[in-house]
């Protein structure tokens, strides 16, 4: 048997709204367990669009279909208005994934502003967002958030700091091959980091793949002898590529793959090691993200790598 945990990020509006149930009645069906990861605070994602006018990221749009897989109100939402919040008008959807035994968690509160403006945010600025987010969590969930998922896998320093003042179980902020506690400017810091192992959809499909050989290519990649953690999006898998995901369950329990939410990973694992993160490139992703790595002496930090 191999152990794969599931991470479901949640960025938008549509997402929640429709992904989400979609998901959760998919999941049901095939008894398997995952963490979901909620956006609540404002749809900005719209605010993508502005990138275009980067060729490099009007070449992924075109690669991927953008406009077909995330849906075309997405790309535009929050460009001409300030967008809709979404755990105010989606609470049930996040209820509901908690109360069919889904593991649930914080992504973010604005998820653009976050993945666009994070290195350029103090400390006290980063906290404030968190809070914003965990409050409203805990309004709809009944009970505070244990987990976090930072967005785009976009973290700092500061943002390590901010989140060691929440009571998180742990955090999946990074990719990596082991779950860890990151060591950064020379301080351990508390919080375990579950990382995402695998690739996304989107950064496969064009580069290694196309929709007809994408599963059995990740398949291939999923391996008994190492940490697999595999992220979705409500927006993709949950939506467009709902079909294509539920072959790909199917087609990973006859592989006798199963899934199960990242904090069960975390309890069953024993040894864990200490790291850094480091920021890189990674193919198919625009800009940069978070990795685990070696632990870098304090005045090689990841603020100038
Ligand atoms: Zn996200």
């Not at 605010?47 to 275009?52: E, I, K, M, N, Q």
């Not at 953008?66 to 609470?91: H, M, V």
């Not at 069919?100 to 994070?118: F, I, M």
Request: hydrophobic fraction near 40%.
């Amino acid at each position: 048997m191999i152990h794969v945990g599931l991470r479901v990020d949640v960025d938008t509006l549509r997402g929640t709204r429709i992904g989400v149930p979609n998901l959760i009645d998919l999941l049901a069906r095939c008894h398997i367990r995952a963490s979901f990861f909620f956006s609540v605070g404002p749809d900005n994602m719209g605010r993508h669009l502005w990138r275009l006018i980067r060729p490099a990221f009007l070449v992924k749009m075109l690669r991927t279909g953008a406009g077909r897989l995330y849906g075309w109100d997405i790309l535009i939402r929050g460009t001409l208005c300030p967008g809709p919040e979404i755990g105010k008008r989606c609470p049930n959807q996040i209820r509901d994934t908690a109360v069919a035994g889904h593991e649930v968690g914080l992504h973010a509160w604005d998820h653009h502003y976050w993945q666009t403006r994070l290195a350029r945010l103090d400390q006290h600025a980063i906290t404030e967002e968190i809070q914003r987010s965990y409050d409203l969590m805990a309004d709809i969930l009944g009970r505070t958030p244990d987990c976090f998922a930072a967005p785009a896998w976009r973290i700092t320093p500061e943002a390590l700091y901010a989140l060691e003042q929440f009571p998180f179980r742990f955090e999946s902020d990074c990719r990596g091959h082991s779950l860890f506690r990151p060591v950064v400017d020379g301080r351990r810091l508390s919080h375990v980091q579950v990382p995402t192992t695998l690739p996304t959809y989107d950064e496969l499909i064009g580069l290694k793949c196309t929709p007809e050989t994408y599963n059995e290519y990740l398949l291939k990649m999923i391996r008994p002898d190492r940490l697999n953690v595999l992220t979705i999006h409500a927006e993709a898998e949950g939506i467009s590529c709902l079909a294509l995901f539920q072959d790909f369950l199917e087609k990973a329990r006859q592989r006798d793959i199963v899934f199960e939410p990242l904090g069960d990973i975390l309890s069953r694992t024993g040894k864990i090691v200490a790291s850094g993160i480091h920021k890189a490139a990674v193919a198919g992703r625009d800009g940069w993200l978070a990795c685990q790595g070696e632990i870098s002496n304090p005045s090689k930090s990841m603020r100038t790598s």
